[in-house]
């Protein structure tokens, strides 16, 4: 399975490229995705059209009541069971959608990560699925905690701000100091006038970054936002539809 993980300064359209990538990935028939919205803010269901789908919050609840209820039953068993019918739950057209949601209080998982992360991997890591698409939080805060320690592509998406410029190294740094395991770090601009995308590349590739280009400014986002559309509601010639098919190419090709 191929994990990408995006990240980014809050702001950035880190959830916009999530969301474009997804949609390319299915346009081009890819099988097995599943896409993880690991903002509280739960932008992304939103843009793909998926509010109402359970969360890992929802399913902690049930997991302290059969706990309580069962206690002849293990926690792993339990945890299972109930994590592999919310998969079920978030079933969409085309890919599965898993809503972290905001956790045991301000957004945190640190209670169940362990069981988490080892359903995590005989679930989502076996054959099951062939891509993972993560909506990070803002920042650095998923690889700081290890929750996105396992990561084959993070793509971070960032302006010409020198506070988002910032975060490329930020998250380079952490990423080092937790030991997360990421392979390649991609850098998108978006939100960034043509004569600033030189600033942006320069940054990247200072990093030893690969820079896979930039979103474009787009009406057709003001149009579906108006509307209450979704992503998927884009026309095929819309400029940022076909800048994410551009990046899809690299990202695949890697």
């Known amino acids: 399975m191929k994990i990408l993980g995006f990240f980014g300064k809050g702001g950035t359209g880190k959830t916009t490229l999530t969301a474009l990538i997804l949609r390319e990935l299915i346009r081009r028939g890819e099988e097995g995705l599943l896409v993880v919205d690991a903002d509280a803010n739960e932008c992304l269901a939103c843009l793909l059209g998926a509010e109402g789908t359970p969360t890992l919050s929802d399913m902690l609840q049930k997991y302290k009541r059969q706990r309580e209820q069962s206690p002849e039953l293990t926690g792993i068993d339990i945890f299972q069971n109930l994590f592999e019918t919310l998969l079920m739950e978030g079933e969409q057209d085309g890919y599965d959608m898993l809503i972290m949601g905001r956790g045991e209080g301000v957004g945190c998982f640190c209670a169940v990560?362990?069981?988490?992360?080892?359903?995590?991997?005989?679930?989502?890591?076996?054959?099951?699925y062939s891509?993972?698409?993560?909506d990070c939080e803002a920042g650095v805060e998923h690889i700081a905690r290890k929750t996105s320690g396992k990561i084959h592509d993070a793509i971070i998406v960032?302006?010409?701000s020198k506070v988002s410029l910032d975060t490329l190294r930020r998250i380079k740094d952490v990423a080092s100091e937790v030991g997360a395991l990421i392979g390649?770090?991609?850098?998108v601009a978006n939100k960034t006038r043509p004569e600033m995308l030189g600033k942006v590349k320069d940054a990247a590739e200072s990093l030893g970054?690969?820079?896979?280009?930039?979103?474009?400014e787009d009406p057709n986002f003001t149009e579906i936002a108006y509307e209450g559309k979704t992503v998927f509601d884009l026309p095929d010639d819309s400029p940022a539809v076909q800048a994410a098919k551009k990046i899809a190419d690299q990202l695949l090709s890697s």
């Open 113 to 128: 990560n362990d069981l988490l992360q080892a359903v995590f991997e005989k679930t989502v890591e076996g054959e099951i």
């Open 131 to 134: 891509y993972l698409l993560m």
């Open 158 to 160: 960032t302006d010409a």
């Open 184 to 187: 390649n770090y991609y850098v």
């Open 209 to 216: 970054f690969k820079y896979l280009g930039a979103i474009p």
